[in-house]
């Protein structure tokens, strides 16, 4: 209760000042707190990308009692049709969220991409404000050219980011990634919250941009920490099943033996 209702002009002191810098968040039509937001700028060589990141370390110090509330409760909770946040909702939905048109504290990470790599980037506490509030099927519609009411001026840095999104991506692909294309599931509810369909949620290009542009972010920050040696969160996967590593091992083979039987084929065939 005795956190403030908007950001105050000192708390923004000593941060690099980014409310003129055009940045929004894209995000799914749901959604009702905004994590991250995005920035770009064309550079002689490439892209500066920026990664905005609501900070919620400037409201939740450790120690406190809000602190030790959010580790007792561990995570925020999603559910279909309803979100139980870890932090109360005067921060979640307000003070922590990227909403358009207000300022925000965040944490900023600027990337130099030339050719697909990073060959800079620098970290910042900052301020910005959020220009717009993009959803997933809002860009998507703009990039298969249909109607929306997105800006002129957004359009062309979202035309932007497609463009160095591919970059990222047939780079990360060449270095031996895979795009595993795994469709999610949207519950569909009644006016009770009981479900009554379940559905395939499309992933478009929009939702390509921002997972393309959060790996980047991710890889540039955890290069920065073990460069650094910073002590850091991450988390770790447990060895995966040996039983599902020698079906797996199976599969591969098979696929590999019929790919030599379609290509021996091939080669006899009179086109």
């Not at 406190?64 to 005067?90: H, N």
Request: hydrophobic share 40%; proline share 5%; net charge negative.
């Amino acid at each position: 209760e005795a956190m403030p209702d908007a950001v105050r002009p000192e708390d923004i002191a000593g941060r690099e000042d980014l409310r003129e810098l055009l940045t929004f968040t894209i995000d799914g039509s749901t959604a009702k707190d905004f994590d991250d937001a995005v920035s770009i700028e064309q550079t002689q060589k490439g892209w500066r990308l920026g990664v905005h990141i609501a900070d919620v370390s400037h409201y939740v110090r450790p120690g406190t009692a809000i602190d030790k509330d959010a580790l007792e409760r561990g995570t925020s909770l999603y559910l279909p049709g309803l979100t139980v946040p870890m932090l109360p909702e005067c921060l979640s939905n307000n003070l922590c969220s990227l909403m358009p048109d207000v300022d925000r504290l965040a944490l900023s990470l600027f990337m130099d991409i030339e050719n697909g790599r990073v060959v800079d980037h620098r970290l910042v506490e900052s301020g910005i404000h959020s220009h717009a509030r993009l959803t997933y099927e809002a860009a998507n519609r703009f990039f298969e050219g249909g109607e929306t009411d997105i800006a002129p001026a957004v359009g062309e840095a979202l035309s932007q980011m497609r463009t160095l999104s591919h970059v990222l991506r047939g780079r990360r692909v060449a270095r031996g990634a895979i795009d595993f294309e795994i469709d999610e599931s949207d519950f569909v509810l009644d006016e009770t919250g009981q479900p009554e369909d379940i559905l395939l949620q499309p992933r478009g290009e929009a939702e390509r941009i921002i997972e393309d542009f959060m790996l980047a972010a991710n890889e540039t920050v955890a290069a920065l920490a073990k460069n650094t040696e910073l002590p850091f969160v991450y988390r770790v996967h447990e060895d995966p099943d040996p039983e599902k590593l020698m079906a797996l091992e199976s599969l591969l083979e098979r696929s590999e033996d019929k790919a030599k039987q379609v290509f021996e084929m091939e080669k006899t065939i009179d086109y």
